[in-house]
């Protein structure tokens, strides 16, 4: 089916870059397979044109159906464009206005955008309505042969591409979301070449094909997170699994700190840049070849996608310096005490970037502050210096809780005593009136005793919030947690919590 695919009528073979900053720092030769350079700006257009363009003259008549708010969705539109075909994209209504433009823009009057639904699930079921009312054909992002075969030319041009060089293929590394790109690149390519290893990644809050070929079926996700919101799917196809199943050699997963990490990679070779899932592939790259000492090897990224808004470049840029860190320090309480500290480290060249604290008492402050440190090692040993002349030392570098708000909180511990607090994070799609209707839902007989929320300009919004709950009310609090239709994570207990700030 790959062979026959009708996808060049609109994709094209896109370039096969290196990418000599990467290649320099991982020492092995990387290269980029550059799918964010589709008229699209992503490789969705191949499985959707291919689908499309495998239809009956009747079903095209009829036109056709697809839910999403992303790269999907404007791959649909060009396809329905191109072809001829009449498609309604459905979307739900808080879907921003960049994407329902670029929809638009793609598929001129061949489509039509029904905005239905506060959630993604009510756009779905809109969606199929459509398809048993109106006779409509759905296009599927990934869960379809047609559609996994026109992502599977990706593989055949990455073989066709690194035939001549002289150099052994290793691994290609695979974004994965639904499995419709991965499943199909790992077909092509097992069957041809199966030496190259094709290496599958995903985010770690959204880890459905990791889970599944655990799991040795197709599993359901709770939830997943939103960050690399192009492959947050809570469950990953039929088909795309027993294709991955069957000739996917590994998966790696990768945190939002090293998926920022890599759109800066990512950045520094082709001034290009990526959105949070089009990068996992470098993310995960990055990470396979750290943790297993690799040296000399070839390795190609598919990098899947472009499509990613401004506003959300501030929460990339503060996540994605690996050479920052933070931490949390105690210090005498006295004057002079921060210079003897910011000169310690300077001693040992590293640059505090962020100071903040708040008097505790008469003997100790408390301090948060970050440093940037030319290297991981460099690092470990400024905060070893640390510990050695001061009092306790947290390094907070990998703590979600210090990084997202209390770095940010100013004071610290509540004035006075506070009865039965219990800290929570919660996550929710940032959209217009969202953190209203959070505060709204929140509305309880609980006392709020801590509330931090702050706009990153991404898609998720962030919020932590103190409760106050005797012990008597646990169990309903509990209810009342399970049905605000939130992720929520319980912080009580961290260490960063109940050292600074109960």
């Known amino acids: 089916m790959i062979l026959e695919s009708r996808a060049y009528d609109v994709a094209e073979q896109t370039l096969l870059q290196e990418a000599p900053a990467l290649s320099h720092a991982l020492q092995n030769r990387v290269l980029l397979k550059r799918e964010d350079l589709q008229p699209v700006f992503s490789f969705k257009i191949r499985g959707a044109y291919n689908k499309m363009a495998s239809l009956s003259d009747e079903e095209k008549a009829a036109g056709c159906v697809c839910c999403s708010a992303g790269n999907h969705a404007q791959g649909v539109a060009l396809s329905a464009r191109k072809l001829g075909v009449r498609a309604k994209i459905v979307m739900p209504l808080a879907t921003p206005d960049i994407k329902v433009n670029a929809v638009r823009h793609h598929g001129k009057e061949f489509v039509d955008i029904v905005l239905h639904g506060k959630t993604f699930d009510d756009a779905a079921a809109e969606a199929r309505r459509l398809v048993e009312e109106e006779k409509l054909t759905m296009i599927l992002p990934f869960d379809d042969p047609y559609v996994i075969a026109g992502q599977g030319t990706i593989g055949m041009e990455i073989l066709q591409q690194t035939s001549g060089s002289g150099e052994k293929l290793d691994a290609i590394f695979v974004a994965s979301g ?62 795309t699994f027993r294709v991955c199943a069957e000739y996917v050699d590994e998966m790696v997963t990768v945190s939002t700190d090293e998926i920022c990490a890599a ?7 082709t001034r290009a840049i990526l959105e949070p899932a089009g990068v996992l592939s470098i993310a995960g790259m990055t990470q396979y070849v750290k943790t297993r000492g690799l040296s000399g090897c070839q390795f190609v990224a598919v990098t ?14 503060e996540r994605a310096d690996s050479h920052e860190r933070l931490l949390a320090v105690e210090i005498d309480e006295n004057p002079g005490a921060f210079l003897r500290l910011n000169r310690r480290l300077d001693a040992v060249g590293v640059r505090i970037t962020e100071f903040s604290y708040r008097y505790a008492n008469a003997q100790k402050a408390r301090v948060h502050l970050s440093f940037h440190s030319p290297s991981a090692d460099h690092a470990v040993a400024a905060i070893r210096e640390l510990q050695e002349e001061e009092s306790p030392v947290l390094d907070l570098s990998d703590n979600e809780l210090a990084k997202v708000h209390t770095r940010y909180l100013a004071g610290g511990r509540a004035r006075g005593d506070v009865q039965n607090e219990r800290l929570y994070r919660f996550e929710f799609p940032d959209r217009p009136r969202a953190l209203a209707t959070f505060l709204e839902a929140l509305q309880s007989s609980w006392n ?55």
């Open 178 to 239: 639904g499995g419709g790109m991965l499943a199909g690149i790992a077909a092509w390519v097992k069957q041809i070449r199966p030496s190259v290893k094709v290496i599958g990644v995903e985010a770690a809050d959204a880890a459905g094909m990791t889970a599944s070929l655990q799991a040795g079926k197709v599993v359901e996700l709770d939830h997943v997170g939103l960050f690399a919101d192009g492959a947050a799917v809570k469950k990953v196809g039929t088909e």
């Open 263 to 269: 759109i800066k990679a990512g950045f520094n070779d």
């Open 304 to 317: 899947s996608g472009a499509n990613i808004d401004f506003a959300r470049l501030r929460f990339v840029s």
């Open 448 to 502: 709020i005793s801590l509330f931090h929320y702050r706009n990153h300009g991404a898609d998720v919004g962030r919020v932590l919030v103190g409760f106050q709950v005797p012990e008597e009310d646990h169990e309903r609090f509990q209810t009342f947690l399970n049905q605000l239709a939130y992720v929520f994570h319980e912080e009580t207990d961290n260490q960063m919590y109940q050292e600074f700030m109960l």
